[in-house]
C-alpha cells in the first residue's frame, strides 16, 4: 500500500478515486486527510464531490487519451520513488551548460531520442569540451496540452516529467542521468519552478492547487484575483506552512536522485518570504546541494546583496547586460565591465557568488546576438509582441543569415570568440547554453518557449560547419583551467591592476577599450572599429597567448611583444608572462 496525504482543511469529504472507479474515502487528520491505494494505482483527488484532481504530493503523473487542457485526463502515479543516490562534486573548476533534455538530442536520429537516456550519451563530448555542470531546464511534470517547451508551466513540483523518459520510470531514468554524468566528472543542477503553478490565473485549468486549499497555497489580492509575479497567472505563496512543506518534499525527491545543484527561476518570488529562503539554504546545507538563484520577478531585482541568504550563487543579470553592451560597441561602458570581470565586487562579497551569462533559454543565442538587431518572434503566435526587445545586440551590419556577405560572417565568428573570452576570463562561474560552442541559431527568435521544432531544438548540423569556434571554447576552457587567477574563490582585490590603452583605464563615454594584469596573465579588449595600440605596462617577457583576430583564436608558437601591441578592431588579446 502506498499513503496518500491531502491538505485541504475547508474539505467536508475527501475521497480517492482510483482509475478502475474504486473510490476510497479518507480520513481527516486536522487540516489535512489521510489515506492509502495500492502500489501502482492511479488516482485522483475528489473533494466535496467535485471534478477529478491530481494529488500535488503525486511521485508520477499519468494522462489519459481524453487529456485536454480544460477537461484533463490526468493521475496521479502511485508509484515508488528510487533508493537515495549520493551527490558528486566535480574536481574541475565550475563551467555550467544549460541544456534542454528534449532539445539536446531530438536531431540525433535514434529511437531514443529527446529522452535523459539518450542525453547521457552526449555527456563524454560535454565533459570533453570542459564544462563540468550541465543545468537541465525544468523536469517537474508539467501539462503536454500546454504548448510549453521549456517546461516553466509546472504540474506537480515533485514528479519527472514523463515524456523525457524512453523506459516506463522517469524518475529513475533520470536518477541514471545524474550518476552518468558524474562518472565523467559532470555535476547536475536542475532549474526548478516553484514560485507559479500551471493553473494559471482564474480563467485556468484546476488541476490540484486551486481545488485543494486556494488560499492557502497562491497569494491574491484583495479583491480575490491573482498576484502575478510571475507573469504566468499566479504565485506560490511562500509564507504558506502547506506551501513550505508541499515545496521542500519536492526538494528532498530531487536531490535523493544525486542532483548536486537547483537553480531556482524567479527566486524573489519566494523571497516574499526571507525566512523560507533561508530556511532552504539550510536544507542544502545538509543535503549538500549548491543554491542558485535567479534573482528577480516581475516586480522586484534582488541581485546581489540585496537577495535574502548569501549562500545562494546567482544568475548575473548585470554582466550580460554590461558586457553584451561592451561587446557592441557602446561607449560609457568601462567602468562597469570593469566590475563584471572581477566577479561583480559592487554586488557579491565572493566572486563564486556570480553566474556569469551572455546567453540563457530565453534570449538570443551567441550566434543571434551578432546576427540580428531586432527580434524575429512571429512564430510565436504574439504577433511580435513577446520577448525582449532590449537584447543588447549587433547584427554586425546584416540582418540574418541568408545572403550575408563574407566580411559580415567573418567579424560574427570574431565577435563570438570576443564574447567567450570575456565570459572566460572574468571571475565567477561562466555559463554558455549547449550548442553556443559550434553557434546554434534560432534565426532571431528570442523567446521560443513554445517551439518544440528544429527552431529550438540543437542542429548537430552546425557543428560540422562551425568545428573551429568548438575547437576555440575548448582551448578556451582549458586555458581557464590552467590559470589559477581565473578560478580562484578569493576575489582579485589588489592583486589586479587596470589599464588603459596607455595609462589608467578610459571611464569617459566615448572609451571602449580595457586592459588588465592579474597572475600571469595580460589582457587587453579593443572593442572600438579601428585598431588601438596598447601600451604594456607590467615589466617582463610576455608573448601573445591568444588573439580574436586570428581565426584559430590561439597563437602558437607566442609571439613575444615589445613595450606596446596594436591590438585590432573588435579583439581580444591576452599575453602571458614567461620569466
Not at 536544507?283 to 534573482?295: F, H, K, S, T, Y
Not at 540563457?360 to 551567441?366: E, S, Y
Not at 565570459?423 to 518544440?452: C, K, W
Request: net charge negative; charged share 20%; with cysteine.
Amino acid at each position: 500500500m502506498v499513503d496518500v496525504r491531502v491538505y485541504s482543511p475547508g474539505a467536508i469529504r475527501v475521497e480517492v478515486r482510483v482509475l478502475d472507479g474504486v473510490t476510497v474515502p479518507l480520513e481527516r487528520d486536522g487540516s489535512g486527510w489521510l489515506g492509502s491505494v495500492q502500489a501502482d494505482d492511479r488516482y485522483q483527488i475528489v473533494i466535496d464531490g467535485g471534478p477529478g484532481l491530481v494529488d500535488p504530493y503525486a511521485t508520477e503523473v499519468w494522462f489519459g487519451p481524453a487529456h485536454t487542457r480544460h477537461l484533463h485526463d490526468a493521475w496521479a502515479v502511485a508509484a515508488a520513488w528510487p533508493e537515495p543516490r549520493p551527490q558528486r562534486s566535480t574536481s574541475r573548476p565550475l563551467v555550467v551548460s544549460e541544456a534542454h533534455v528534449r532539445g539536446m538530442t531530438k536531431l540525433r536520429g535514434r529511437s531514443d531520442a529527446g529522452t535523459y537516456a539518450a542525453f547521457a550519451d552526449e555527456l563524454p563530448r560535454l565533459a570533453s569540451l570542459g564544462v563540468s555542470v550541465v543545468e537541465l531546464l525544468p523536469v517537474h511534470q508539467f501539462d503536454p496540452a500546454e504548448p510549453n517547451y521549456w517546461g516553466y508551466m509546472p504540474l506537480v513540483f515533485g514528479a519527472v516529467h514523463r515524456s523525457y523518459a524512453h523506459t516506463a520510470a522517469p524518475a529513475a531514468e533520470l536518477a541514471d542521468f545524474v550518476s552518468a554524468a558524474h562518472d565523467v566528472d559532470i555535476e547536475v543542477w536542475l532549474d526548478v519552478v516553484l514560485n507559479h503553478t500551471t493553473e494559471e490565473d482564474r480563467e485556468g485549468p484546476t488541476y490540484n492547487l486551486r481545488g485543494l486549499a486556494d488560499l492557502e497555497y497562491y497569494v491574491v489580492n484583495g479583491d480575490g484575483s491573482y498576484v502575478n509575479d510571475a507573469g504566468c497567472g499566479n504565485i506560490i505563496d511562500a509564507a504558506s506552512p502547506a506551501a513550505q512543506e508541499l515545496l521542500l518534499t519536492s526538494l528532498d525527491r530531487l536531490a535523493d536522485l544525486g542532483v548536486d545543484g537547483l537553480r531556482f527561476d524567479l527566486a524573489a518570488v519566494l523571497a516574499r518570504n526571507p525566512a523560507f529562503i533561508r530556511s532552504i539554504g539550510d536544507w542544502a546545507e545538509r543535503r549538500g546541494v549548491r543554491l542558485i538563484a535567479e534573482p528577480w520577478d516581475l516586480a522586484r531585482y534582488l541581485a546581489g546583496r540585496d537577495f535574502p541568504d548569501a549562500r545562494w550563487a546567482q544568475w548575473n543579470g548585470k554582466f550580460r547586460d554590461d558586457v553584451r553592451g561592451f561587446l557592441r560597441g557602446e561607449g560609457g561602458l568601462v567602468g562597469a565591465v570593469l566590475q563584471r570581470v572581477q566577479g561583480s565586487p559592487d554586488l557579491f562579497d565572493a566572486p563564486g557568488s556570480s553566474i556569469n551569462m551572455l546567453t540563457a533559454h530565453d534570449g538570443f543565442t551567441l550566434h543571434d546576438l551578432f546576427a540580428y538587431d531586432q527580434k524575429h518572434n512571429g512564430a510565436n503566435g504574439w504577433d511580435g509582441a513577446d520577448g525582449t526587445d532590449d537584447n543588447r545586440s549587433w547584427n554586425c551590419g546584416w540582418e540574418g543569415d541568408i545572403d550575408a556577405p563574407h566580411e559580415v560572417l567573418v567579424l560574427r565568428r570574431r565577435q563570438m570568440r570576443n564574447a567567450m573570452c570575456l565570459l572566460m576570463l572574468s571571475q565567477g562561474t561562466p555559463m554558455i547554453v549547449a550548442g553556443d560552442e559550434f553557434a546554434r541559431t534560432q534565426h532571431g527568435n528570442n523567446n521560443p518557449y513554445n517551439q518544440d521544432n528544429e527552431t529550438s531544438w540543437i542542429n548537430w548540423e552546425r557543428r560540422d560547419a562551425f568545428v573551429g569556434h568548438e575547437r576555440f571554447v575548448q582551448r578556451l576552457i582549458a586555458f581557464r583551467v590552467q590559470h589559477r587567477a581565473l578560478t580562484q574563490p578569493e576575489s582579485w582585490g589588489s592583486a589586479v591592476e587596470w589599464f588603459g590603452v596607455v595609462g589608467g583605464p578610459d571611464l569617459g563615454s566615448h572609451s571602449r577599450s580595457l586592459a588588465w594584469h592579474v597572475g600571469d596573465l595580460y589582457v587587453m579588449v579593443n572593442m572600438w572599429w579601428e585598431p588601438l595600440d596598447f601600451a604594456v605596462q607590467v615589466p617582463g617577457t610576455w608573448r601573445i597567448a591568444l588573439d580574436t583576430t586570428d581565426e584559430q583564436g590561439f597563437i602558437a608558437p607566442g609571439q613575444a611583444v615589445g613595450e606596446s601591441l596594436r591590438v585590432g578592431p573588435r579583439s581580444v588579446v591576452v599575453l602571458t608572462r614567461t620569466d
